[in-house]
């Protein structure tokens, strides 16, 4: 409805634009005049805009094309009549304006909330401009919280632009930039800095552009750039024209270290520019503009640039040493490149005459074709054929051998479609799960359009036992993998693998197998089953006695190339049935604790089922009898005695699902030698053979329950046909030992630990206290045995001090010196990660005022066990610690800890010590559960 001619209001308003329309509910214009003053204001719910000033409406645009042309008079004309008496100021904001805006251009996004002011002065000769801008962009081009402002007179005009962030392609972006352009009579200073997340870490640029009606000029002043973390100079001075019938480069090089780009006027051609590269590291440069393929090498050549303002053509011819493709070692290089705009095409000519990879490649690339941009042959002149690894996805690994043939690559570079066959020589591959390798001495790989054919071949493993292998793997373009495989052999090996392959299930194996490797990479299935026929010995950790906790699952890489974009990448799953018939030359060790080193070595059996996956967890089931071994306990990493696991007890160990509740049943026997009874009986009634006795006593530890946390009791009997074994007090006696726990442990682990009974006490009190400095796990003898040993000499010290406040307590570890020492530091070498020293810890403590000081004294023994190590550690470290604590609450949970602590340290090549003194505060709080 109009009320004047100064006032409109439209409602249920309609935009209509080349895809799609906009409805808004209402759009007021007016205008007024005071005092001379004109305004006019266009508002709606999505805009807010006003003009106000002295100002002629039909010369706004002249007012400003009057300034813009003193600026750049090359690209904008004078108006044919200068306004005079121009003084007014704009004002826009906007609140959801996105949707006007891409009724002309779909490609446009943003400008909400944008906020603009600007004013122009005839009178004064002057224009400005300020406007914040939260988020814009235009296909590619983006800014996030940019702010332009711009001032200007007649002759020149300053404009700067700072922002968040700024975006130049879709995968180039550039944080806090600042832009200053200083413009004036078609020359314009400029100065851009700004960082970056990507390999392109920082700009600094400057110099003068002038422009002219055919092209532009760039005079450099001194600016550079850091390219993963290397900074490139362009050095001050060097100039650029682009004209189109001047084409210059005088001065103007770009150096960090060694590496040059040094442009010049083409010697080949009149009007072109020369780019001459000098040992130029490839891949800083390659992986600015994609992540595939991985191209590195050392560069050097030149580059001819033609055609530059019209149809744009290059012609490059290259040196690459050192040339690598992926992961792949190639060698020396020779590339000849090419490019035309107006086609699109980019031919090349590789030659790669190596030893190891002697091929070549010819064909072209299409940038502006998006479906099929490749079209070319590899020739493999006896060339290692390891290339093709890397588009076949993880199942079979390390392919290798030697190479003859002629293959056509087409489609995309990521994914391409080979057609034609090669021949293979000597040629090995490794399949990922077991880790076994085979080894063909001749075959033909076939590629065509369903996929990968391997025929049928003979392997053979590496001490020549032989299998048959067929298979293929079918794709389109190595999209969407299926795999179709299998293999078959009367003996052979079958797995190969260690702890740092798979932690929860490892081993070797040889023997009559077959496996199948079937399904599509999103759901592989792979089934191997196994009749130990040769030998076996395969590694069962039980992780539950680890610190880190129980783990449920294998760790398995994922299978696929490396080709794809993250986004590309399917879930990948493999599933692996392992069926194994294990006869007696089958060994299996069962970790019970990597910490304590406690492990059973068991020869058996029995038929296994191991289901594993990358998504589900490891199932195991199946029985394994057991008929001979051995439990291998260390008491503290530095007494080591084995229990024999007794032929014919019926041990056993059961799975029914989770490997770590397996069923066991094991009694196992330690035979100390040479024992006298004198400290076991006292002066006891007994009969002089017992008296007398010295020699073999059993210790049979019997294990039930869960391999998680086993039932362990412990038991005494003597060698058979031994007098005392009849004699019915002693049998009694030895009765009623057992039926005590607490007292029987005790008398196991002075037989073990020190060969020798201990007084027999017969009690069952269990000295606790608040402060004890261990708690120690229990699943293991080793964990019995480091527990009771604690307490029998904390009770010993009771009984000589009578103070029984006192508390021993003894621990140790064997680790690897070279976790000491930082690889970037001292240079000293590090060996292979193997243990070479133990540390063993003794601790003494005792209370005061009522359990509410608490005294620990003590230190770490630390001595080498191996002579393999780099650094100079034969030398016994003592390692001594002082530690007081103050209880501080009636909860005991707050606690000041004054300390003086010496740990191991090293000084050049040499073990020393590093002491520290100080205090701290400490706060204990038990939960049921985090969360």
């Not at 399904?519 to 992780?543: C, Q, R, T, W």
Request: net charge positive; proline share 3%; with cysteine.
């Amino acid at each position: 409805m109009i009320y004047n001619l100064r006032y409109a209001k439209f409602y249920k308003g309609n935009l209509k634009g080349e895809t799609s329309n906009l409805h808004f509910d209402s759009l007021t214009l007016a205008s007024s005049i005071q005092n001379g003053i004109k305004k006019i204001t266009i508002s709606s719910e999505d805009i807010n805009a006003s003009i106000t000033g002295k100002f002629n409406i039909i010369n706004l645009p002249a007012s400003v094309q009057y300034f813009m042309q003193r600026y750049f008079p090359t690209y904008i004309n004078a108006p044919k009549h200068t306004p005079t008496n121009q003084d007014f100021t704009v004002q826009i904001k906007t609140n959801y304006f996105e949707p006007y805006l891409r009724l002309f251009k779909k490609e446009i996004s943003g400008f909400n909330n944008l906020t603009l002011e600007g004013s122009l002065n005839s009178a004064k000769q002057n224009i400005s401009l300020v406007s914040n801008i939260p988020f814009a962009s235009w296909d590619s081009y983006l800014i996030k919280n940019g702010k332009i402002t711009s001032t200007g007179t007649k002759d020149s005009v300053h404009v700067n632009i700072i922002a968040a962030a700024i975006n130049i392609t879709d995968s180039t972006q550039f944080l806090q930039p600042n832009i200053s352009v200083h413009s004036s009579n078609d020359h314009s200073n400029f100065s851009v800095f700004a960082l970056s997340k990507s390999a392109l870490e920082e700009i600094m640029l400057k110099g003068m552009i002038q422009t002219y009606n055919d092209g532009i000029s760039i005079k450099w002043q001194p600016s550079y750039f850091i390219l993963n973390q290397k900074k490139w100079n362009i050095n001050n001075l060097g100039s650029l024209i682009l004209r189109k019938n001047n084409v210059n480069a005088s001065n103007l090089t770009i150096t960090q270290g060694i590496q040059e780009f040094v442009f010049s006027n083409s010697t080949v051609s009149e009007n072109a520019l020369q780019l001459e590269m000098k040992n130029i590291i490839l891949g800083d440069f390659t992986k600015v503009f994609f992540s595939y393929p991985k191209l590195e090498g050392i560069t050097n050549g030149k580059i001819q640039f033609k055609n530059i303002l019209t149809d744009f053509e290059l012609d490059a011819k290259l040196k690459l040493a050192q040339f690598r493709f992926n992961a792949d070692s190639i060698g020396l290089a020779e590339l000849s490149i090419g490019y035309q705009n107006s086609t699109g095409k980019v031919p090349f000519n590789l030659n790669c005459p190596n030893t190891e990879y002697n091929l070549a490649a010819i064909g072209s690339y299409n940038i502006k074709n998006d479906t099929s941009p490749l079209d070319a042959m590899l020739y493999m002149r006896h060339s290692k054929f390891s290339l093709v690894e890397q588009f076949i996805g993880g199942v079979l690994t390390h392919l290798d051998g030697k190479a003859n043939g002629a293959l056509h690559f087409g489609g995309r570079i990521e994914n391409p479609y080979l057609l034609g066959s090669a021949s293979l020589d000597k040629a090995s591959f490794i399949v990922d799960y077991t880790k076994v390798k085979y080894f063909m001495d001749s075959s033909v790989i076939s590629f065509n359009n369903e996929g990968i054919d391997f025929g049928t071949v003979g392997i053979r493993d590496s001490k020549n036992r032989k299998a048959v292998f067929k298979g293929k793997i079918l794709n389109q373009g190595f999209k969407h993998l299926v795999y179709d495989m299998e293999m078959s052999s009367p003996k052979i090996e079958m797995l190969n693998t260690n702890a740092i392959d798979n932690a929860n299930f490892y081993g070797q194996a040889v023997g009559k197998a077959s496996m199948t490797i079937k399904g599509p990479e999103e759901n592989i299935k792979m089934f191997i089953s196994a009749d130990v026929n040769d030998s076996a010995h395969i590694y069962l950790p039980n992780s539950t006695s680890k610190e880190s906790g129980k783990s449920d699952y294998i760790v398995f890489k994922k299978y696929g190339k490396t080709a794809k974009k993250n986004a590309d990448i399917p879930a990948y799953n493999l599933v692996v049935d392992l069926e194994v018939t294990a006869n007696n030359k089958t060994k299996i060790d069962l970790i019970m604790d990597e910490l304590t080193g406690d492990v059973i070595k068991a020869v058996g059996n029995g038929r296994l089922k191991i289901r594993a996956g990358n998504i589900e967890p490891l199932t195991i089931r199946g029985k394994y009898n057991i008929e001979s071994g051995k439990y291998d306990f260390n008491f503290q990493s530095f007494i080591k005695k084995p229990f024999d696991l007794i032929p014919g007890a019926g041990n056993f160990i059961e799975w029914t699902g989770d490997p770590y509740e397996a069923d066991l049943h094991i009694d196992a026997r330690y035979t100390a030698e040479r024992i006298s009874l004198n400290e076991l009986v006292g002066t006891g009634n007994y009969s002089n053979a017992v008296r007398t006795y010295r020699g073999g006593v059993y210790v049979i530890a019997g294990l039930r329950n869960k391999l998680s946390k086993p039932d362990i009791k412990f038991s005494l009997a003597f060698p058979p046909g031994n007098p005392i074994s009849t004699d019915n007090e002693f049998s009694q006696f030895i009765a009623r030992l057992e039926r005590d726990e607490n007292e029987i442990l005790k008398q196991v682990s002075f037989l073990i630990v020190f060969n020798s009974f201990a007084p027999v006490s017969f009690s069952n009190s269990n000295n606790t206290n608040a402060y004890t400095v261990t708690t120690i796990g229990i699943n293991t003898i080793s964990n019995l045995l480091t527990k009771e040993i604690n307490k029998s000499v904390t009770n010993i010290l009771d009984k000589v001090t009578g103070d029984k406040s006192l508390r021993f307590d003894i621990g140790s570890s064997v680790y690897n010196s070279a976790n000491l020492i930082d690889p970037s530091g001292a240079g000293i070498a590090i060996n292979e990660n193997r243990i070479d020293r133990q540390r063993v810890n003794l601790k003494l403590g005792r209370s005061f005022l009522n359990d509410n000081i608490i005294v620990n004294v003590g230190g770490d023994l630390d001595f080498n066990v191996r002579n393999t190590t780099s650094i100079q550690n034969g030398t016994f470290q003592w390692l001594p610690d002082l530690n007081i604590e103050f209880i501080l609450t009636r909860d005991r949970k707050l606690r000041a800890i004054v300390f003086n602590r010496n740990s191991l340290d090293i000084t050049g090549s040499s073990l020393g010590r590093r002491n520290r003194q100080g205090m701290s505060i400490s706060f204990r709080q038990d939960f049921d559960n985090l969360f």
